[in-house]
């Protein structure tokens, strides 16, 4: 079935040329930022979470003017809905050195915050010189965990969202803009 006779049940929350103009403006921020820290010899590493991140962090990086290295992790999380904690399965791990490097680490959306924030302290048990945080969608209605979110693309309430990366059920990762489910599929 040709996967634009499913569109219907899809609406445009940001458009592929938003997206463009606002992941531009994101990577122009980060280069400013991180110009004078970096060197050819110490890039910047940039780690997208799998598999949501792989557009945003393909996006991204071409946006930086900056010497850059790439990694991926992929994790796997269990959310406990009563507390706000989350049993994390790293179901592919860091191939990059992380000690004494600036990381970027790039994600599609953060919901509860729980997987970020399970992230971002083992990341830090590992030393990095800095670690920041990019996110394409921050999506703030369920947050239950505080996150440092250094550069956010767009930021919604609510609402389940596919496209860009986003999956419903390993679906519509591979559309260009961000949508809204109107219907569950
Ligand atoms: P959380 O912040 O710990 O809730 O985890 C965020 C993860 O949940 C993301 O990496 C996505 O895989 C998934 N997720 C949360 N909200 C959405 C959404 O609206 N669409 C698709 N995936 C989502
Ligand atoms: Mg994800």
Known sequence: MAISS??????????????GVRVAEMGRAITLDYQDLLAPEEPLLVIGILNGAFIFLADLV???DLP????????SSYQNQTEASTHVVMLKNL???????????AEDIADYGLTLAWLLEHLRRKKPASLKLAVAV?????RRVEIPLDYIGFTVEDG???GYGLDYAEKYRQLPGIYVLKTPQ
Do not use: M, Y
């Not at 850059?68 to 994790?75: C, G, K, N, Y």
């Not at 191939?95 to 680490?105: A, C, I």
């Not at 921050?138 to 369920?142: D, E, F, I, L, P």
């Open 138 to 142: 921050n999506k703030t209605a369920r």
């Open 62 to 64: 071409r946006n930086l």
């Open 68 to 75: 850059v290295q790439i990694d991926f992790v992929r994790l």
């Open 95 to 105: 191939e990059k050195e992380v000690k004494g490097r600036h990381v970027l680490v």
């Open 160 to 162: 389940f969202l596919v």
């Open 6 to 19: 499913q569109l219907p049940a899809l609406e445009t929350v940001f458009s592929p040329q938003e997206i």
